[in-house]
Nanobody, 127 residues
Framework: QVHLEESGGGSVQAGGSLRLSCAGTGYTYSRGCMAWFRQAPGKGREGVAF???????TYAESVKGRFTISRDNAKDTTYLQMTALKPEDTAMYYC?????????????????????WGQGTQVTVSS
């Protein structure tokens, strides 16, 4: 059974940084796609960042230059380093795993490209 667990969320002031982690089990981690999504209150889930098993990445325009996604296949863990945080980054952040590389490469920031989801970790940025 696949299990993804996020950690590292918290409350920071605008301009601050946080690093989220997503540890995966029960999944052929090294061959899959990983992504981070977020959902703010009253809004739909938004794709934030994607990383392929070959290390290639895609970012939402709203976070380009501020967020960095990375992965450590030896530890079955994906990271999201967030810098220069803004109040509009406040959301529940979810990691997602996709086992169809063709699908998640074509649609890297779309929910339907991913098979497994974590429970989320809250990020709150105050002004």
């Amino acid at each position: 059974q696949v299990h993804l667990e996020e950690s590292g969320g918290g409350s920071v002031q605008a301009g601050g940084s946080l690093r989220l982690s997503c540890a995966g089990t029960g999944y052929t981690y090294s061959r899959g796609c990983m992504a981070w999504f977020r959902q703010a209150p009253g809004k739909g889930r938004e794709g934030v960042a994607f990383i392929h098993s070959d290390g290639s990445t895609t970012y939402a325009e709203s976070v380009k230059g501020r967020f960095t996604i990375s992965r450590d296949n030896a530890k079955d863990t994906t990271y999201l380093q967030m810098t220069a945080l803004k109040p509009e980054d406040t959301a529940m952040y979810y990691c997602a795993a996709g086992q169809n590389p063709g699908l998640c490469v074509t649609y890297p920031l779309r929910e339907f490209a991913y098979n497994y989801w974590g429970q989320g970790t809250q990020v709150t940025v105050s002004s």
